[in-house]
């Protein structure tokens, strides 16, 4: 009877200290857990207040480029056409080169100047509530020979240099009357020439029509 009271005591004496010892055990476990998943909640709740505050800004800017694109309807009219398939605006000032030539005829040098000035007007004269940078493309086109004519092939290459020029010199007449646009640091204009290719060209009988100006007006809204 006493070993029997002995052994129980025994017993008794070994439970309670493993008992304690692994409630503790499993207290430190879940108090591990429970930290590690605060941290993990405190970091997504970070990440997610950081891309919140990065949404709001791309919806601000999205905001500022949309009044900007609907104040550049102002440009549509005697000098300019907008493509809303290309997203683009087209001089209307109806150059022709001669053949080969990148001159620009006197003829058509006021109404250039005039939409030059046109240009100008409308882009310093939008009010934003952020800094605003306009990247200006002004493309020099060419027109191709009629079709299986070896002139295509053979002044491929040269006709991009001659559709530069052509912007180029109208960029050159804009400056020589006092329409320096990189003056103005909201401005950034830049040139080039798409030969005999490019997007948004005219085919068939109006080949001929492609030997002309393209500008396009794209609005980079936020801090330089």
Same mark, same amino acid.
């Given at each position: 009877?006493?070993?029997?009271?002995?052994?129980?005591?025994?017993?008794? +004496?070994?439970?309670?200290?493993?008992?304690?010892?692994?409630? $503790?055990?499993?207290?430190?476990?879940?108090?591990?857990?429970?930290? !590690?998943? *605060?941290?993990?909640?405190? +970091?997504? @709740?970070? @990440? #997610?207040?950081?891309?919140?505050?990065?949404?709001?800004?791309?919806?601000? @800017?999205?905001?500022?480029? /949309?009044?900007?694109?609907?104040?550049?309807?102002?440009?549509?009219?005697?000098? *300019?056409?907008?493509?809303?398939?290309?997203?683009?605006? @087209? #001089?209307? %000032?109806? %150059?022709?080169?001669?053949?080969?030539?990148?001159?620009?005829?006197?003829?058509?040098?006021?109404?250039?100047?005039?939409?030059?000035?046109?240009?100008? $007007?409308? #882009?310093?004269?939008?009010? $934003? +509530?952020?800094?605003?940078? !306009?990247? %200006?493309?002004?493309?020099?086109?060419?027109?191709? !020979?009629?079709?299986?004519?070896?002139?295509?092939?053979?002044?491929?290459?040269? /006709? !991009?240099?001659?559709?530069?020029?052509?912007?180029?010199?109208?960029?050159?007449?804009?400056?020589?009357?006092?329409?320096?646009?990189?003056?103005?640091?909201?401005?950034?204009?830049?040139?080039?020439?798409?030969?005999?290719?490019?997007?948004?060209?005219?085919?068939?009988?109006?080949?001929? +029509?492609?030997?002309?100006? #393209?500008?396009? %007006?794209?609005?980079?809204?936020?801090?330089?």
């Amino acid at each position: 009877m006493n070993n029997s009271t002995s052994n129980n005591r025994q017993s008794n +004496d070994f439970f309670w200290p493993s008992y304690v010892d692994l409630m $503790t055990s499993l207290f430190v476990v879940m108090l591990v857990l429970f930290v !590690y998943s *605060f941290k993990l909640f405190k +970091d997504r @709740e970070g @990440e #997610l207040k950081k891309a919140n505050g990065e949404l709001k800004v791309k919806a601000a @800017e999205l905001e500022q480029i /949309t009044k900007i694109r609907n104040s550049l309807q102002q440009l549509e009219g005697r000098y *300019f056409r907008y493509d809303p398939a290309n997203e683009r605006h @087209e #001089l209307l %000032v109806p %150059v022709q080169f001669k053949a080969g030539r990148d001159e620009i005829q006197d003829s058509y040098k006021p109404a250039l100047l005039q939409a030059g000035r046109r240009l100008r $007007t409308v #882009l310093k004269s939008i009010k $934003t +509530d952020q800094p605003v940078r !306009y990247l %200006v493309i002004v493309e020099g086109m060419a027109a191709r !020979y009629p079709q299986g004519d070896p002139r295509n092939a053979r002044e491929e290459q040269t /006709t !991009y240099q001659l559709s530069y020029r052509r912007a180029l010199n109208l960029l050159n007449l804009w400056k020589q009357n006092g329409l320096n646009f990189s003056q103005d640091r909201s401005i950034e204009l830049i040139i080039g020439g798409s030969g005999f290719y490019g997007t948004g060209r005219y085919s068939g009988r109006r080949e001929g +029509d492609n030997k002309r100006f #393209l500008i396009q %007006v794209i609005p980079k809204v936020g801090r330089f």
